[in-house]
């Protein structure tokens, strides 16, 4: 039992309304939604939300009725892992059976394709490790050319290494966390404080999938991605 889950908080600081606002011809939330409906290996979806149109939306498409999101878990403060928590726990007694994998897809990442999704559950299946996270080259490297300033307000490389690193390729390799696709363990989601706790592995997906909105010129910018992804020009 798979189960496919959506967080969607009504309140936005930098767009307000940006889940459910529309983004090439229908509401951001349902670029995820859609994808997991029609995944063959998502056996249930349920979207965790204190906004009631997105709640009554989501169900009306199919979605689990598990009622909103509780008060403490609808603050711009509030923790993705205890909201997991909760629609965890919700969805199973839901559901009335037990849940094998809790997957979950940020709704401000819509160009994810279903391949991301399929592969992230790949990884969990084969190597099962506590949590499977999506990750993309970053795009600035803290050995080579992310700075920080010191105690006399000089800048240095912010991870130096010995003898320096002088050219990019020559870096280690880092990572952006991106939210296209989390798959947790259930018993680690119950168990855990933090994501981190355990032993979570990456999923490297392309960096051109990577974008989440989060600020006004983000919807511009995603909407002429997602343009160019359904002409399959990326």
């Known amino acids: 039992m ?20 529309m983004i090439q011809g229908k509401p951001l939330i349902d670029w995820s939604l859609d994808l997991l409906f029609a995944h063959p290996q998502i056996d249930a979806v349920v979207v965790s939300t204190d906004d009631e149109e997105i709640y009554n939306h989501s169900v009306a498409k199919g979605a689990l009725d598990i009622g909103l999101r509780p008060a403490e878990l609808a603050t711009a403060s509030a923790p993705k892992w205890g909201v997991w928590q909760h629609a965890l726990d919700a969805s199973q007694k839901a559901i009335g059976q037990e849940i094998s994998a809790f997957l979950d897809l940020d709704c401000t990442n819509p160009l994810r394709v279903p391949e991301d999704v399929t592969g992230a559950l790949s990884v969990f299946h084969k190597q099962s490790p506590d949590m499977v996270m999506s990750v993309c080259e970053a795009r600035k490297n803290p050995y080579f050319n992310m700075v920080e300033v010191d105690e006399t307000g000089a800048l240095h490389v912010s991870k130096q290494l010995p003898g320096g690193v002088w050219a990019r390729q020559a870096a280690p390799k880092v990572y952006d966390h991106v939210g296209c696709v989390y798959v947790v363990d259930p018993h680690y989601l119950r168990t855990a404080k933090t994501i981190y706790e355990g032993r979570v592995m990456p999923f490297e997906i392309p960096s051109i999938r990577g974008f989440d909105i989060d600020e006004p010129h983000d919807f511009r910018l995603v909407e002429f991605l997602l343009g160019e992804l359904n002409e399959g020009r990326i």
């Open 2 to 21: 798979i189960l496919g889950h959506i967080g969607a908080r009504k309140g936005s600081q930098g767009v307000p309304g940006k889940n459910f606002r």
